[in-house]
């Protein structure tokens, strides 16, 4: 089944505690992006990646880290969470850069930082 | 002033209802309408797209974009509890890969 996975779909952690989200795609798609989703302010995209080794910053970039080694992941890091990262995370795939009006979405990942 | 702007509802219809949802922007240069419809507790999907101005029809579900007045809007016909969700517009200009999304409206169609 063609979709986008992410683990862990919950996770409460404390200030400062480095913590990893994981995003993997089985579609072999060239584009993936992160977004946070929050009360009043909608999704906003966090960073995004048109390929291997080719990452971008969004939106709201700051206290966020990625990588993508390979064309199938693209994990997100908070070094250094703090609770104005509570928030619903989703990651997001999509054929290639010029087709990104078709993004395939995660189920999300839901992070409390207390 | 954020440059999508959604009524964020919630909305609540009788099944059968013709329901509109809109969203108004800032941004001239976006040229690609998107609607996504997002589940509880999943991620978003692809609903409807158009690209500038027009109609796209799609079953019960109608895109509406009039540029001129920068407002899209989609229609759902013959509504069904089925369409309870949240719907969330987004738009891109042409060059770009950006999407910025409206907040989303959360729709529930009572049986």
Request: charged residues 20%; glycine residues 8%; hydrophobic residues 30%.
């Amino acid at each position: 089944e063609a979709q986008v996975t992410q683990n862990p779909r919950y996770l409460i952690t404390v200030t400062g505690k480095k913590l990893t989200v994981t995003c993997s795609q089985n579609m072999n798609h060239e584009y993936m992006s992160w977004y946070r989703q929050d009360p009043g302010l909608g999704l906003r995209q966090i960073y995004y990646s048109m390929n291997v080794e080719v990452t971008d910053k969004g939106d709201v970039p700051e206290g966020y880290k990625v990588s993508r080694k390979e064309k199938r992941n693209f994990p997100l890091i908070l070094e250094s969470p703090s609770p104005n990262q509570t928030s619903l995370y989703f990651c997001a795939s999509s054929p290639a850069v010029g087709l990104t009006d078709t993004q395939y979405f995660g189920p999300g990942t839901r992070l409390t930082v207390l | 002033q954020k440059e999508v702007e959604q009524d964020p509802g919630p909305l609540s219809v009788p099944e059968g209802a013709i329901v509109s949802l809109n969203c108004t922007y800032s941004n001239s240069a976006f040229q690609y309408f998107m609607w996504y419809r997002q589940y509880s507790r999943k991620g978003p999907e692809l609903l409807m797209y158009t690209y500038s101005s027009g109609n796209k029809e799609d079953g019960r579900f109608t895109a509406q974009v009039d540029k001129s007045s920068k407002y899209i809007s989609l229609f759902i016909r013959d509504s069904q509890p089925s369409d309870s969700a949240t719907y969330l517009c987004a738009m891109r200009e042409t060059s770009g890969s950006r999407l910025t999304f409206g907040e989303g409206t959360q729709l529930t169609v009572n049986p």
